[in-house]
């Protein structure tokens, strides 16, 4: 499961996991799964594969972890896979596209930061697993709900985590998982605060040294690298959609410039915005 916009929790029997843009999962037929929508609403790309379809194409291989950590290379493949649906070169684009985002999808699973993300959940990929075309089934899911306006109450509301067993709170101290899930909730939701480390952390009442180390511990990328991965996907989304303007592209989103931006989505995608423009509305 993959998320293009917002953001929702899962609950599994192993524990909680929020996904966004920038932390997606796998999962089983017949898991048991509750899930709440407390950022309003989001838009999901569901791929589905039968048990001897997914033996032929990937063998034992088995991801990792269920979570993932979606990096900014592994959303352009996602998109790009979204583009390719609207094509009419369903059995070769359409396919060739969905076995690069799957093969990227289980690469990224098992890494260090796939690992760091599954360890909040304690949840790992068992024998997933039949072969026609109508077995690859892809469900973009449109789920809006009420919206409204953010404000901090919103934001320190929206991000509690759900504590699984021996994860007790000490006192009111929230613990490291508490912090880094506020976090995430700000930055994808653009609260101002998000704008600096310094303004981050004071909305979260904790100092900008324990953010700094929790969120690297936890998320296995440092915050600014994240912060900028979460605004390369924004990049991304504009592009998608049209836009030329990079020079209010990147004053948008907060980025020192144009050159700035060009920079970051480059280190991030390994394509400039130009370049990234022509691929994602190819």
Request: include cysteine.
């Amino acid at each position: 499961m993959l998320v293009r916009r917002g953001w929702f929790r899962r609950r599994t029997r192993d524990g909680v996991v929020e996904a966004d843009p920038a932390v997606g999962y796998f999962s089983l037929p017949g898991d048991e799964e509750a899930f709440a929508h407390p950022g309003g609403g989001d838009v999901c790309t569901a791929v589905r594969f039968t048990p001897s379809l997914w033996a032929s194409l990937f063998g034992e291989r088995r991801p990792a972890a269920s979570a993932v950590y979606v990096d900014a290379a592994l959303e352009l493949a996602h998109r790009r896979f979204i583009a390719a649906t609207r094509q009419a070169d369903v059995h070769y684009a359409l396919v060739e596209n969905l076995l690069a985002l799957t093969q990227a999808a289980i690469g990224q699973a098992g890494t260090t930061t796939g690992r760091n993300i599954a360890a909040l959940t304690q949840a790992a990929l068992g024998p997933a697993g039949t072969t026609t075309d109508r077995d690859i089934a892809v469900l973009t899911q449109a789920a809006l709900g009420p919206g409204g306006t953010t404000t901090d109450r919103d934001i320190a509301g929206r991000a509690r985590v759900v504590i699984g067993p021996g994860q007790r709170r000490r006192g009111d101290r929230p613990t490291d998982r508490d912090v880094v899930a506020r976090a995430r909730v700000a930055i994808a939701e653009q609260h101002p605060a998000a704008g600096t480390l310094l303004s981050l952390a004071e909305l979260l009442h904790i100092s900008p040294f324990r953010l700094s180390r929790a969120f690297t511990r936890e998320m296995g990328v440092p915050l600014t690298r994240y912060r900028n991965r979460v605004r390369v996907g924004l990049v991304m989304e504009r592009l998608e959609a049209g836009e030329t303007d990079l020079a209010g592209l990147a004053a948008d989103l907060g980025f020192a410039d144009q050159a700035h931006l060009t920079r970051t989505v480059k280190q991030h995608v390994g394509h400039p915005p130009t370049a990234l423009r022509r691929l994602l509305r190819a």
